[in-house]
């Protein structure tokens, strides 16, 4: 059994503090949404956070809520899945290089710019000797941090902490745009779901999550189970993968409450999200969040966020509701998510 | 010297990342390193290539960088004798 006993996010939207988020959705029209700048004074100060880019900082923030929350001071492991890393830093210096004519050279934004620098900054902060570990696994990274917790639990360890992590840089941003991933234009975030043409909104976030073997009075939610799978060929697949999954799970379709899905404002890719809802869950309640967040590497990160803080407050946020069917109860929520149909997961959450 | 103070300080806190400081948060007189602000050996090499860069200083002896970054003064005086 794997539960998560303590959660925190930081993201474009109020989900540091989640009392916050329910008051309401933020809204943008920009090119891409940046996550809101936390007051770091408040968390460190300055001349320890100066060797740390934003990622590297709110991963500190949220790791520390995360642990506090769960009352862990050393988790057993520390493991972050990451798209991109540390990719301003990267930027930086090869800027510098250019800029400078690969003179004056300075050692900080190298030596931060790799992709472990959030797991090793916490483990720093922590003074954590255990198991570091950090995947950049594109689309499945945060997938594959969550299975590698569940693997160190199911061998007797007591608390994990896993992150997803991922921000999202003016240059690359530009590059990507470039090959049509993410929209032409500023996006309204609120009318996500009005975008008829193809591209999704772009996004970053950080979230942190402590998994534990022991289920407490507090505990957010029990991860029944998770599963990826690559390119699927068509919906059909997919609809076999599901139905495997929850047979592995032991659980019926119909014991599914909601389902989380990652629409993201990309038609193409926003459709695999409908055949699925239509073909499997008819007439069951959806919900979706990546106009909150928009799209990145780990966002399925804040869907597990938002699934753990559901079943723990039974509060359903009316902004991520994506059809109006009733909701009577809810025990069981499924999150489907692909990125741009290479990278497909599925997470089971359950009430713990 | 106090406007080359002030951008010193200006250029110590882009250089050295310390987005969320001040300027007045950093006194002129008070060490760097140590005790003081609180900088490290990496720190050194970023205020090295700062003063080549930004004054064309170059220290040829790597010994007159603890009396040269002993505090905002100190390298406000090294520039003012030193700049090409």
């Known amino acids: ?352 | 010297m106090e406007d080359l103070t002030l951008k010193l300080k200006e250029q110590i806190i882009e250089a050295l990342n310390l987005e969320d400081m001040e300027v007045d948060e950093i006194e002129t007189d008070e060490p760097l390193f140590g005790e003081g602000l609180g900088l490290d050996s990496i720190d050194a090499l970023e205020l090295i290539v700062l003063l080549e860069k930004n004054y064309g200083i170059k220290i040829e002896n790597p010994k007159d960088g603890q009396k040269i970054f002993y505090s905002i003064k100190t390298m406000a005086e090294y520039i003012t004798e030193h700049k090409s």
């Not at chain 1, 003179?103 to 483990?123: E, G, R």
């Not at chain 1, 240059?171 to 500023?186: A, E, M, P, S």
């Not at chain 1, 996004?203 to 599963?227: P, Q, T, W």
């Not at chain 1, 409450?257 to 699925?276: E, P, Q, R, S």
Request: charged share 25%; glycine share 6%; proline share 3%.
């Open chain 1, 1 to 352: 059994m794997v539960y998560i006993n303590g959660t925190a996010s930081l993201s474009p939207q109020n989900s540091l503090d989640y009392n916050k988020f329910l008051e309401g959705i933020i809204e943008y029209e920009k090119d891409f949404l940046q996550s809101i700048k936390p007051n770091y004074k408040e968390y460190m100060k300055p001349i320890a956070a100066r060797r740390m880019s934003k990622t590297v900082k709110n991963g500190i923030i949220c790791s520390q809520k995360a642990l506090q929350e769960a009352k862990v001071d050393i988790p057993d492991a520390i493991i972050v899945g990451t798209g991109l890393g540390i990719v301003s830093d990267t930027e930086k210096f090869l800027e510098n290089m250019l800029n400078n004519d690969e003179k004056f050279l300075t050692p900080t934004a190298f030596i931060q710019s790799t992709h472990n620098t959030v797991a090793a900054q916490i483990a720093l902060k922590i003074k954590c000797h255990n198991y570091n570990f950090t995947y950049v696994n594109r689309g499945f990274s945060f997938e594959s941090a969550v299975i590698d917790a569940i693997m160190h639990i199911n061998e007797g360890k007591k608390n994990i902490l896993i992150g997803g992590t991922d921000e999202m840089s003016e240059h690359y941003f530009h590059i990507i745009r470039k090959n049509g991933r993410w929209k032409k234009t500023k996006v309204k975030n609120t009318e996500l779901l009005n975008y008829t043409t193809n591209g999704a909104i772009c996004g970053e976030g950080v979230n942190f999550f402590v998994l534990s073997s022991e289920k407490k009075e507090d505990s957010y939610s029990e991860i029944k189970a998770i599963n990826t799978f690559y390119k699927p060929e068509n919906s059909e697949e997919i609809n076999s993968k599901l139905q495997s999954f929850l047979n592995d799970a032991d659980i019926k379709i119909n014991d599914i409450d909601l389902v989380i899905n990652g629409h993201t404002g990309n038609a193409a890719g926003d459709k695999i999200y409908d055949d699925f809802l239509q073909e499997n869950f008819e007439n069951k309640p959806a919900l979706y969040y990546k106009h909150l967040t928009g799209e990145y590497q780990t966002a399925n990160s804040f869907a597990l966020w938002l699934g753990a803080n559901i079943l723990k407050t039974k509060i359903i946020p009316d902004f991520t509701r994506l059809n109006d069917k009733p909701i009577s109860k809810v025990k069981n929520i499924l999150i489907y998510n692909h990125y741009f149909n290479i990278n497909h997961s599925f997470i089971l959450l359950s009430q713990a």
